[in-house]
């Protein structure tokens, strides 16, 4: 019989998961089953109050438009990031490509952020652009509002989409669109028919690796949104660092980690069979990054947030 | 009915500085199964694709069914495509695979399934309509994707090497198979092989390429009994050249000093001049090999000694060294008139005799 080390390979993955994943995990839930300190902090001792207080009006209005700048920055995203991906697939010299796509990762996410600020600012780069040539001498405010923001998070979580559309649509066999315009098909609809549903995959997980993240946005609404843009991951922050409901907080994060796991699961059940092969990401995975994606968040709102 | 269907002019395509197609010009009658020929890399599939609009020439045009189609993108093209690597649609059944030009046309879904069916069963499919392409044999993807190019009834039917993933066997029963098709659907064939057996026993005509060049269009008999060229003689089966100088010539009977066989005559409209350098060919089995010297007058003998002798059942191949040194190849079928002739065998002295009319001129450099 042969050896089977399987168990013990996957022992170090088992501990870290364990220890900074699963743990920090289970502070949170235990956290916000909690009395909530007079200063921040919990006291041990059991309560439902964190529930209780999240049937709030103006929590249920910012987790409504968190859910529809998600929604929309993620389309945005995809769409953009699949011509892009495409482009990429089929280009002469893909490594060139998918380095330009990678770039960015190699500067800080808050220092982006900034760039952005320095674009589009009152004084920015795009203003003076205008004002040189000829536009509204005081320039336009371009931050502080919605739109601002769902730019900004389409930028930053692109090459998120790009990635998976790009693996998936490199091992898209080109020929199915030649013969679909043999067969009467016009571009579009070769795009639409044939190619689509053959990078199913690719489109979900660039689906998941974009919503999820954004659905937990902290730092892009904060710097680059006004007062009406703030999202759920600001609420969090504020319950942490300002009000100091640790447990509301808490409760808040579990609730949305708990109703994005079951979406996720729902999702990649629905999933038909030979999909899952092309897409070469296992739905395991993408539930796992959404909690690790959760979690990061909260323990950067204790740190002060880097996001 | 008759009339050119597919005319190609002048049509030449480069890939950057390598030029894939050269002045390529070619007729194709209505109904025809016409065959592109030619060894791998010389163009076949780039000409297929410029007739079906996935590659537009540098310069000439395409005219389908007398309209000039030059430049149409292919799904505005009267023509459709079996793709060499069958190109289903991996993620529709067998049934929506042939239904998607119908699906794209917005046919009603009565007259959808209709059709479907009665194409299915053209290449004896109906059972696995529900099939997806997976779960289908290497014969019967073939099968899914000629059905599918059929469905909207083009008027040309173009055909990338489409047996060439298939085994030996199974590639025979599909060539009779895709012969009857043209024969029952009565539409045009451009059938692109490498395999010469493939284009000579199905085609009506042949067209043999090389280097991005047509060299010759004809019959299978044309091509094979009266090669244009060295190469297409080569090419096409087996065969024996002869090369030399003219040394006589009176009216179309040529006589040639051939290197390594002597004096040959040659009967070939083909008009040689005294002096010219030429080359001849003889197909191996038009070649007559016997151990005793051969009886007849106005024919070639030539003496050799058997080299290697190939039995390989219905025929043996002979190859014979000539007294000058030259190797000829030579067919001898085991018909039942051949049975009383005394065997020859490895190291016989034997004569080789053949008619100077079935010789061909296929070169001629003028001395
Ligand atoms: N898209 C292309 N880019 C560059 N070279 C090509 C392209 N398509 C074909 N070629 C070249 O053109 C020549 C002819 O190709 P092809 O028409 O496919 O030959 P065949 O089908 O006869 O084997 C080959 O040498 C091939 O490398
Ligand atoms: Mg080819």
């Known amino acids: 019989m042969k050896k089977n080390y399987g168990t013990a390979y996957a022992a170090p993955q088992a501990l870290w998961l364990t220890v900074f994943f699963a743990a920090p995990l289970l502070i949170i839930i235990a ?84 760039a952005w600020i320095a674009i589009l600012g009152n004084e920015g780069f795009l203003n003076q652009a205008l004002r040189f040539l000829g536009f509204r001498p005081e320039g336009y405010q371009f931050l502080y509002n919605q739109g601002a923001v769902i730019l900004v998070l389409v930028y930053m979580y692109l090459p998120y989409a790009i990635l998976p559309l790009f693996s998936t649509i490199d091992k898209f066999d080109f020929t199915l669109l030649e013969a679909a ?127 | 009915m008759k009339g050119s269907d597919v005319a190609v002019s002048s049509v030449s395509k480069s890939f950057g500085a390598f030029a894939a197609l050269k002045d390529v010009s070619l007729e194709i009658q209505k109904g025809e199964f016409f065959s592109l020929l030619g060894p791998s890399g010389c163009g076949k599939t780039t000409l297929l694709r410029v007739i079906a609009g996935f590659e537009d020439p540098d310069a000439g045009s395409v005219k389908i069914d007398g309209a000039e189609v030059t430049g149409l993108s292919p799904d505005k093209r009267h023509c459709n495509t079996v793709f060499q690597s069958y190109a289903l649609f991996p993620h ?47 014969g019967q993807k073939q099968r899914v994707a000629i059905a599918r190019a059929l469905i909207n009834e083009p008027s040309v039917l173009l055909l990338d090497e489409p047996l060439s993933a298939l085994d030996a066997k199974l590639r025979q029963h599909m060539l009779m198979e895709l012969d009857a098709i043209h024969d029952k659907v009565g539409i045009t064939f451009i059938y692109v092989t490498h395999d010469q057996q493939e284009a000579l026993s199905v085609s009506d005509r042949i067209a043999v390429m090389n280097a991005g060049l047509v060299l010759q269009v004809g019959s299978p008999q044309q091509i094979y009994e009266n090669p244009a060229s060295e190469f297409v003689a080569r090419f096409i089966g087996e065969t024996n050249i002869f090369q030399g100088p003219v040394l006589s010539r ?86 039942a008139w051949s049975e009383g002739i005394p065997d020859i065998e490895w190291k016989d002295k034997v004569y080789l005799s053949f008619s100077a009319r079935d010789l061909v001129i296929v070169e001629r450099d003028k001395g």
């Open chain 1, 181 to 307: 315009r043999d067969l009467g098909a016009s571009r579009m609809q070769s795009y639409i028919k044939v190619m689509l549903p053959n990078i199913r995959g690719g489109v979900v997980t660039a689906v998941l690796f974009t919503f999820i993240p954004i659905f937990g946005a902290y730092a892009v609404p904060l710097l680059i949104g006004g007062k009406d843009s703030y999202m759920l991951g600001n609420v969090i922050a504020d319950q942490v660092t300002k009000t100091r409901n640790w447990p509301l907080a808490a409760a808040i994060s579990m609730t949305v980690t708990l109703i994005t796991a079951i979406a996720v699961f729902l999702f990649a059940l629905k999933k038909p069979k030979e999909h899952l092969e092309v897409a070469d990401v296992d739905p395991a995975s993408i539930g796992h990054d959404l909690l690790v994606s959760k979690v990061r968040v909260k323990t950067m709102h204790k740190k002060g947030g880097e996001r």
């Open chain 1, 31 to 114: 956290y916000s089953f909690l009395k909530k300190g007079l200063y921040g902090g919990v006291e041990l001792e059991f309560s439902l109050r964190a529930y209780t207080d999240m049937a709030n009006p103006t929590l249920l209005r910012v987790a409504l438009k968190t859910l529809w700048v998600s929604l929309a920055a993620t389309v945005a995203t995809i769409l953009i990031a699949l011509p892009c991906g495409y482009s990429v697939a089929r280009s002469q010299n893909q490594a060139i490509r998918l380095f330009l796509v990678i770039v960015p990762f190699w500067t800080n996410f808050l220092v982006r952020i900034y």
């Open chain 2, 250 to 335: 009176h009216g179309t009977l040529t006589t040639l000093e051939a290197e390594g066989c002597g004096t040959i005559l040659v009967d070939d409209e083909t008009i040689a001049n005294v002096g010219d350098r030429i080359t001849a060919t003889i197909r191996p089995e038009k070649i007559r090999i016997s151990n005793e010297i051969p009886a007849a007058d106005n024919i070639n003998i030539v003496r050799g000694i058997v080299e290697e002798p190939v039995y390989s059942g219905f025929q043996t191949k002979y190859i014979v060294r000539t007294e000058g040194g030259a190797r000829l190849t030579i067919f001898r079928q085991h018909a």
């Open chain 2, 92 to 138: 529709l059944t067998v049934f929506e695979n042939v239904a998607f030009p119908l699906r794209i046309k917005k046919t009603p879904a009565r007259l959808v399934k209709e059709l479907v069916f009665k194409h299915l069963s053209l290449v004896q499919l109906e059972a696995h309509a529900n099939k997806k392409p997976s779960q289908l044999s290497g």
